[in-house]
């Protein structure tokens, strides 16, 4: 049930503080740390897995090392059912309790949100979604989108396909299709496919489908065999990523043409294809399985001990393994925020300056117990996201294997592209604050 909105009227407050007691953590003992996620709703298919890989991994913290720095985390889910409104009631309600940031798991939430984040001096985590243009640090100074953006993404699908292809000379003349949800999300790509496309010569078609359709594609299907495209890219969340898959193997287009966004590599995503899915592909950044100690040790003080809510067979799939991978920038940010500032109970401001300062090494993911599991990741001032390295893992039939090298954005292309949307968001919302944080030192 979403969370009521926190009542701070003078004549209430004494009893709110009375009331409330229990629910908001002592600030010297704990830090708060809230996760909005969706649990029911129609994309509750890709949001449980998410939110049960967050949720079990700041709680095996707790368990396992007593939290961050000799200070337990308070973790609380409030339930947005992938609504916009929701989630900013969410937000609403429970920043008053001592945030030290949000997680908002949707494009649309975030995009609500970001306004708020310099008022209220609360740091946003949009891991891998939301605003591609927030990884301008300069322009978004509590905003960050690590480890890569959207666009980022659409130009590792495009090298993808040219190299399949024989060089990226090669794609021009053919029909490339973005088949995406038609919200927010699923049309973040489309600068930076528009951009290639003039670029590199090949015609790009746009395949929307609306959340009421997600699982009735069967008009788009026909437009997708009448234009005959050579390669697909799938933006897609919920129920749209499996029924998307089933058509494509009913239809009979090459499932090693058809690559998802990392949000539309989900196991069941690909379970969705039955056995004609073997061969889909999708992006990611960080591994799919059970066999990292890190996930060994959420089974050993989470799972076996009945405190998760994720069946045992699904610890270690994708998507929980990147609620994990979100967890943990989540948990370093408030690591980083204590040595920076020497403090253990941290506040949303030097949770901005933690994440801000973020240099995750390979020693540093080795001692995570995360080696293998993820690429290195350094954010500074200006860059909020990093633009990593991803790259291609295929559906074997049973279980996502790595299909490539970690593949570079073309951040030569996109990251102009973010600077100049950062500084037109900048321009359009009347009064948007100029940057007065200042650098940590190294960033």
Request: charged share 20%.
């Amino acid at each position: 049930m979403t969370l009521r909105k926190l009542t701070l009227g003078t004549m209430a407050a004494a009893a709110v503080a009375g009331a409330t007691a229990m629910a908001l953590p002592a600030s010297a003992q704990e830090i708060y740390v809230p996760l909005l996620t969706y649990r029911t709703g129609p994309f509750a298919g890709s949001g449980i897995p998410i939110a049960d890989g967050m949720s079990d991994y700041l709680r095996m913290l707790n368990e396992r090392d007593g939290g961050i720095g000799g200070v337990k985390l308070s973790v609380e889910e409030c339930e947005t059912g992938y609504d916009t409104k929701k989630g900013v009631e969410c937000y609403e309600s429970t920043k008053g309790k001592g945030a030290v940031m949000y997680n908002p798991y949707s494009t649309g939430i975030t995009l609500q949100i970001i306004p708020k984040a310099a008022v209220d001096k609360i740091p946003i985590l949009s891991m891998s979604y939301g605003l591609s243009a927030s990884a301008d640090g300069n322009v978004f100074p509590w905003v960050f989108i690590p480890p890569v953006t959207y666009w980022d993404g659409a130009s590792v699908f495009i090298q993808h396909a040219a190299a399949v292809e024989g060089g990226l000379d090669k794609l021009k003349g053919k029909t490339i299709g973005l088949i995406h949800l038609d919200a927010p999300y699923g049309k973040e790509p489309i600068p930076v496919l528009e951009k290639l496309a003039a670029t590199y010569g090949f015609t790009l078609k746009l395949y929307p489908i609306a959340a009421q359709d997600m699982q009735n594609q069967g008009s788009t299907w026909l437009n997708i065999r009448r234009d005959r495209p050579a390669w697909l890219y799938v933006q897609g969340w919920g129920a749209m990523n499996p029924t998307a898959v089933k058509e494509a193997a009913k239809n009979g287009f090459p499932m090693d043409r058809m690559v998802g966004v990392w949000f539309a590599g989900g196991d069941d995503d690909a379970r969705g294809g039955g056995d004609g899915a073997k061969g889909y592909k999708a992006l990611n950044y960080h591994q799919a399985g059970a066999n990292y100690p890190v996930i060994q040790d959420i089974m050993k003080f989470i799972v076996d001990k009945g405190q998760s809510k994720a069946p045992k067979d699904k610890v270690g799939e994708s998507l929980y393994n990147r609620g994990v991978y979100n967890a943990m920038l989540i948990a370093e940010g408030i690591r980083n925020a204590q040595k920076i500032t020497g403090k253990k109970a941290i506040t949303a401001e030097d949770a901005r300056r933690g994440l801000e300062a973020l240099n995750i090494t390979d020693a540093r993911l080795k001692e995570m117990g995360m080696e293998g599991f993820a690429a290195p990741l350094k954010l500074t001032c200006a860059d909020h996201s990093g633009h990593n390295q991803v790259f291609i893992h295929q559906w074997d039939g049973a279980k996502w294997v790595k299909a490539s090298d970690w593949i570079t954005p073309q951040k030569d292309v996109v990251r102009p592209m973010l600077e100049a949307a950062a500084a037109d968001y900048a321009k359009s919302n009347t009064g948007w604050p100029q940057r007065t944080e200042a650098c940590e030192k190294g960033s």
